[in-house]
């Protein structure tokens, strides 16, 4: 290098140093130089060729500086410079020396300040480490569990906050309709869903299939095993009444009233990927579960039931497709997904045989009930998960058993013992094809009943009513967020034999056609019409027309 191009590269080093003197290199210092060129380069104060030149020199100096002082008894220290221009030395004889000593090119000099310029580089290595402690903290406190942290927010997923060990995940949903039923007359049917005999048209301002919920789930991993908390909790708009179906019964339209709260989900899990998972609480059960999990009226009002005076749902298909799957104490097992496919199983709270025919009467006419159970209810699923081609597919399978004991009726003295085994399977499967969606479901039953669980699955002389049921629904994703939505449902149940019940229920049916717009990630506007009809073994029928708009907001 030339000497001029020396006298600019120390000049530049001297410039990045801010005119601080260094020290002449001897073996003391020998990391010191190295430092002010990463320094240098760091700053920008060198280029990537004049860093690796000096640093290649320097390592060469470095040896024969270490060679000569093996050679040498005594190290002359050079003499103090007071300029770093080339050939400017201070103290001639000893500037030579010290040239001769440092093995330096002559016109390259670092100037010593005593201990100056160490403490200053010090005190920034100093600074430097107190930034990298604090940086460490910061993390370190990030990471405590005394921080709680927030997960990325998925629309519908829920809020989820983590707080050291534990997942806390709040949901939830609130709706609401405006809903006009007009009736298209006939004759009441016993145990029918069509409210059509009524004679009165009637508005609401009311809950759709799904009240309002808000489900909060705690979940954690100890000793290798996954557990979760959830309880939920699911309140309706309109006021509440005392009956049957306790915040399910039929509203009470009266000043002073207050909504009803349906505590229905309150469980835990545990388990993991490897074992399978166990479930101990309320919960939806498994029979018909992906029936109801798939209609298309989850989100809207369906099917109305009771309309003047609206309770916290309305009954969407339920009882015009599928029977309701219920929410139910449990203790269910699920297996662990091998490709796509899993199994559940469980023991659930037994429940009675009911006379929902005759209103739920003490003294039942049209069908038996029970209050005595011995043994539990059983129920069983397998769903499988899949893809052929561009085609998504979920099927599922379930099965229900339970024994009624003690079986009586108006006709039938509870002295008599008598039982009856209720059977009932089903199967369903959802299809997706790009913005296609069809789904098709049949159920049957012996002693199941219709609508609900065990509603009128017995006769009142004690023997088993058949009873099945279907429905297909496809949707069309018009654009991203308009969907278009059409359904067919039928439920019969047929009579026992030696059973002659002209006034009971046969058949219910319902033709839905909907529209649903997704406004935003959380909000879905809806429009809805629904013809339900009911038809008895007789000749009685009834048929009503209902017309719902309104709003879902899913968080």
Not at 227 to 237: E, H, L, N, Q
Not at 255 to 265: A, E, H, K, V, W
Not at 428 to 440: H, N, R, S
Request: aromatic share 8%.
């Amino acid at each position: 290098m030339a000497s001029g191009k020396k006298a600019l590269v120390a000049t530049l080093m001297a410039a990045s140093v801010a005119g601080l003197p260094c020290a002449p290199f001897s073996r003391a210092h020998a990391d010191d130089y190295s430092d002010l060129l990463d320094i240098l380069r760091a700053k920008g104060s060198l280029t990537r060729h004049e860093y690796d030149l000096l640093l290649v020199k320097h390592q060469r100096h470095t040896a024969e500086a270490a060679n000569a002082a093996r050679m040498q008894a005594q190290v002359q220290r050079p003499a103090r410079v007071a300029s770093l221009t080339p050939g400017h030395h201070v103290g001639g004889h000893a500037g030579a020396a010290s040239a001769a000593t440092s093995s330096y090119e002559p016109g390259i000099r670092f100037v010593s300040s005593d201990d100056e310029s160490t403490s200053r580089a010090e005190r920034a290595a100093s600074k430097a480490e107190a930034s990298a402690r604090s940086a460490q903290a910061a993390v370190d406190m990030l990471n405590s569990a005394d921080v709680v942290h927030v997960a990325k927010y998925v629309p519908g997923k829920g809020l989820t906050f983590k707080a050291g060990p534990v997942d806390i995940n709040l949901s939830g949903f609130i709706n609401g309709f405006y809903t006009y039923n007009s009736p298209a007359g006939g004759s009441p049917v016993a145990g029918g869903v069509s409210g059509g005999s009524s004679g009165f048209d009637s508005s609401s301002v009311r809950n759709g299939l799904l009240p309002a919920g808000l489900a909060l789930k705690l979940s954690t991993t100890q000793e290798g095993i996954d557990m979760s908390a959830v309880m939920g909790m699911y309140p309706g708009i309109d006021n509440a009444k005392n009956g049957a179906f306790n915040a399910n019964t039929g509203g009470s339209p009266v000043g002073l009233g207050t909504p009803g709260i349906d505590f229905r989900q309150i469980y835990v899990t545990f388990g993991n990927s490897r074992i399978g998972t166990f479930k101990v609480g309320r919960d939806l059960a498994l029979f018909g579960s992906d029936a109801i999990m798939n209609d298309a009226t989850l989100l809207s009002v369906g099917a109305p039931g009771s309309n003047a005076s609206p309770g916290n749902t309305s009954l969407g298909r339920i009882g015009v497709g599928y029977v309701y799957a219920d929410w139910i104490p449990q203790i269910s097992y699920a297996t662990p997904k091998y490709k796509g496919l899993q199994g559940k199983i469980g023991v659930f709270q037994p429940l009675d045989e009911f006379n929902y025919a005759d209103g739920g009467t003490a003294t039942p006419h049209l069908s038996s009930v029970s209050t005595q159970h011995a043994s539990p209810m059983v129920q069983g699923q397998v769903t499988y998960d899949g893809t052929v081609g561009a085609v998504q597919a979920h099927i599922w399978a379930s099965f229900l058993i339970q024994h009624q004991q003690a079986l009586y009726s108006e006709t039938l003295s509870a002295d008599s013992h008598k039982g009856a085994m209720v059977e009932a399977g089903d199967v369903g499967a959802k299809l997706t094809y790009g913005p296609f969606e069809g789904v098709g479901y049949y159920y049957r039953g012996s002693g199941l009943g219709t609508t609900a669980l065990f509603f009128d699955g017995v006769a009142a002389n004690g023997r088993k009513r058949t009873s099945e049921g279907y429905y297909v629904q496809a949707a069309y994703h018009a654009t991203k967020k308009f969907k278009l939505v059409g359904s067919y449902g039928v439920s019969n149940l047929y009579q026992a034999p030696g059973e002659n019940s002209p006034t009971l229920v046969r058949r219910n049916q319902s033709i839905i056609g909907a529209g649903y717009y997704q406004l935003t990630d959380w909000l879905n506007i809806v429009g809805e019409y629904a013809h339900t009809s009911s038809d008895a073994h007789g000749p009685n029928s009834e048929s009503d027309n209902t017309a719902s708009a309104g709003v879902i907001l899913v968080f």
